[in-house]
């Protein structure tokens, strides 16, 4: 039976569908989603039946089955964006700038910080969202963490300082009151800290682990788990582990590098893509349960690269699951697997 999930800004009630198991899931069909490289990673309206991203030109959004859609704000280079769970409300960063617009191309809005933004995350309730900020010329300074109203407006520093390192990772728990922060080593990629951090008021606490440098990381929606990507140049491995730690779980094949971590609306799959080479990829559905993860795709990119990475992202009722190596550092055509039931 369908949950409602009740948004309080604004009262909206979405009919949400329940989770489906690994098990029950078959491929029906992978399909190449789009006419044109994207270059940040997709991100899903809250009913899933449209997916938007950004591209060198703008800002597009896709009906399901549509490959052409339309570009609903100009851009040069749109890295990131991400689409609010309680209405059309797209926030993207292009070279660096935030803007807010509708899912229409209407009442596009530049939101006024100092300095380079990055990685807009919403509330789980899409009341307000999240992002990063550096300052312009800054190197290797450290990053900020700002908040803004749904619209963008208000946007104020949070008080918290990351301590000299960069803001590698970012996700919100459920509560809607504390962000899931990863901080990477001074100069470097890999995150050597997970944060737990209070929007509101000073309140802080570091989690246990990472236990290794990890070059990917992922708080489940429902906050129970880390899911993260470790090991030595050549041989990677997907793991979780609880967030209050314990629990560390395996959930792939060691390999020469993964890339896209992805949990579904509920937090109980999570996706990944196995890199084979520059040229092939393999895409896999697993669970923190289930011992052997599900071949979903083998993928042969279209554009090659040695440092070619995928993203992945799960539509909100689990039917679809888009991937690419449009990953804001690279671009490529978005394709869909779409699953039935067995």
């Not at 800004?9 to 198991?21: N, T």
């Not at 491929?27 to 006419?35: E, G, H, N, Q, S």
């Not at 509101?200 to 906050?223: C, H, I, K, M, N």
């Not at 896209?260 to 895409?283: C, F, N, P």
Request: proline fraction near 7%; glycine fraction near 12%.
């Amino acid at each position: 039976m369908a949950a409602l999930a009740v948004v309080a800004s604004g009262c909206q009630v979405h009919r949400r569908a329940a989770p489906i198991g690994i098990g029950l899931l078959q491929v029906a069909d992978v399909v190449r989603a789009t006419d044109r490289p994207a270059l940040s990673p997709l991100v899903w309206s809250p009913e899933g039946g449209r997916f938007a991203y950004g591209s060198r030109d703008g800002v597009w959004v896709h009906h399901v089955g549509d490959a052409a859609g339309k570009k609903i704000a100009p851009g040069e280079a749109v890295t990131a964006l991400a689409w609010s769970p309680a209405d059309g409300t797209l926030v993207y960063v292009d070279r660096g700038t935030l803007w807010t617009v509708q899912s229409d191309g209407s009442h596009r809005r530049r939101i006024p910080i100092k300095g380079i933004a990055a990685s807009p995350t919403w509330a789980p309730g899409g009341d307000r969202f999240v992002f990063v900020v550096r300052a312009v010329g800054a190197g290797l300074a450290p990053a900020q963490l700002w908040v803004a109203g749904s619209d963008g407006a208000a946007p104020q520093q949070i008080r918290w300082q990351p301590m000299g390192r960069h803001i590698g990772a970012l996700g919100w728990f459920p509560d809607s009151l504390h962000l899931f922060v990863g901080l990477t080593a001074q100069g470097g990629e890999a995150t050597v800290e997970w944060w737990q951090v209070r929007t509101a008021y000073p309140d802080s606490r570091r989690l246990s682990g990472p236990q290794v440098p990890v070059v990917e990381t992922a708080l489940s929606p429902s906050g129970e788990w880390v899911a993260f990507v470790a090991g030595s140049p050549g041989a990677e491995r997907a793991h979780v582990v609880r967030g209050g730690g314990g629990g560390l779980t395996p959930v792939s094949p060691s390999a020469r590098r993964l890339s896209g971590l992805a949990w579904s609306s509920h937090g109980e799959k999570l996706a990944y893509a196995l890199m084979r080479d520059e040229v092939a990829a393999e895409i896999y559905a697993t669970s923190v349960s289930r011992a052997n993860p599900l071949l979903v795709a083998s993928y042969r990119i279209e554009f090659p690269d040695p440092a070619v990475a995928l993203s992945l992202a799960w539509s909100p009722d689990d039917a679809r699951l888009a991937f690419g190596t449009n990953t804001g550092t690279h671009t490529g055509p978005i394709w869909l697997v779409r699953f039935r039931t067995r």
